[in-house]
């Protein structure tokens, strides 16, 4: 079990830069066995994949939406996941999740129901 909590939201210009966190703690199994992912839901749309990272060797997947503007990190020693997010846009306006599970129950990354623990969220808002 881990509990995920998110900070770094915001209200930002387009163009700007945010970085979120995600602050894990694991009970039982240490979060180096955990792969963690990013979600966001905007209004009255479903909840959609951002991007993944897997344990050692760290293995990145990403969203095409988000390709090449945002990165995602994690440090193991901190139990803290990163999205650092580049070249905002207002589409990019969402609530935003951290998710996590055990590495080798997580067959599908971009599924939201391969991962069996989320945090409460964070606000990103992009104005143009």
């Known amino acids: 079990q881990v509990q995920l909590v998110e900070s770094g939201g915001g209200l930002v210009h387009a163009g700007d830069s945010l970085t979120l966190s995600c602050a894990a703690s694991?009970?039982?199994?240490?979060?180096?066995?955990?792969?963690a992912g990013w979600f966001r839901q905007a209004p009255g749309k479903e909840r959609e994949f951002v991007a993944f990272?897997?344990?050692?060797?760290?293995?990145?997947q990403y969203s095409d939406s988000v390709k090449g503007r945002f990165t995602i990190s994690r440090d193991d020693a901190k139990k803290t996941v990163y999205l650092q997010m580049n070249s905002l846009r207002p589409e990019d306006t969402a609530v935003y999740y951290c998710?996590?599970?055990?590495?080798?129950?997580?067959?599908?990354?971009?599924?939201?129901?391969?991962?069996?623990?989320w945090g409460q969220g964070t606000q990103v808002t992009v104005s143009s």
């Open positions: 990272i897997n344990i050692s060797p760290y293995n990145t």
């Open positions: 694991p009970y039982g199994r240490p979060f180096t066995t955990y792969g």
């Open positions: 998710a996590a599970g055990l590495a080798h129950t997580i067959v599908q990354k971009d599924d939201a129901r391969s991962y069996d623990y």
